[in-house]
T-cell receptor
Framework: QKEVEQDPGPLSVPEGAIVSLNCTYS??????FMWYRQYSRKGPELLMY????GNKEDGRFTAQVDKSSKYISLFIRDSQPSDSATYLCAMSTSYDKVIFGPGTSLSVIP | EPEVTQTPSHQVTQMGQEVILRCVPISNHLYFYWYRQILGQKVEFLVS????????KSEIFDDQFSVERPDGSNFTLKIRSTKLEDSAMYFCASKLSAQPPYGYTFGSGTRLTVV
């Protein structure tokens, strides 16, 4: 079983749609959970982070962590064409090494 | 906003040659990292570096790889004898302190092509 799994997509939605992105993981020791956005040929850019289980909201973005199910989600409300990118879930057991999911490619069509 | 700067943006090298990838972390950051991303694959941890020594490294980071902070501002990744499978984007990251990993700032990467 892979440590972090994520549907690669591609996911294509119309502008204004609600987008749901998900990851599952196998290591119950993960306690730091992050979502990164990556544009083509650029480095990952941190979008959201949560510690342990729970929800966190920031503008149009909501991150959810369910440690009992080993499942994390990112919701994007009122999606915009500028949200078109690859979204990487990431997690860590410590302050250092981060394990990334393979990423989901999202296209928001005007 | 402070940035992590990586040079060059693209490097082409012949198999068996040595390459050095350079990074200038954010100036007051103390923790430094290299990650790589093979085309179409996930971002993978290579090594973490603090207080002039390696804190942790992955199994990818074998004897062909080394890291150095030669002058207090640059952070370099050296690959001694490149292989075709070393072709990837290499990302440098830094963070200020012993804070959770969401303190990372990534650079834009160096695309290494081994021919």
């Amino acid at each position: 079983q892979k440590e972090v799994e994520q549907d690669p997509g591609p996911l294509s939605v119309p502008e204004g749609a609600i987008v749901s992105l998900n990851c599952t993981y196998s290591n119950s020791a993960f306690q730091y959970f992050m979502w990164y956005r990556q544009y083509s040929r650029k480095g990952p850019e941190l979008l959201m982070y949560t510690y342990s289980s729970g929800n966190k909201e920031d503008g149009r973005f909501t991150a959810q962590v369910d440690k009992s199910s080993k499942y994390i989600s990112l919701f994007i409300r009122d999606s915009q064409p500028s949200d078109s990118a690859t979204y990487l879930c990431a997690m860590s057991t410590s302050y250092d090494k981060v394990i990334f999911g393979p990423g989901t490619s999202l296209s928001v069509i005007p | 906003e402070p940035e992590v700067t990586q040079t060059p943006s693209h490097q082409v090298t012949q198999m068996g040659q040595e390459v050095i990838l350079r990074c200038v972390p954010i100036s007051n950051h103390l923790y430094f990292y290299w990650y790589r991303q093979i085309l179409g694959q996930k971002v993978e941890f290579l090594v973490s570096f603090y207080n002039n020594e390696i804190s942790e490294k992955s199994e990818i980071f074998d004897d062909q790889f080394s890291v150095e902070r030669p002058d207090g501002s640059n952070f370099t990744l050296k690959i001694r004898s490149t292989k075709l499978e070393d072709s990837a984007m290499y990302f440098c990251a830094s963070k200020l302190s012993a804070q959770p990993p969401y303190g990372y700032t990534f650079g834009s990467g160096t695309r290494l092509t081994v021919v």
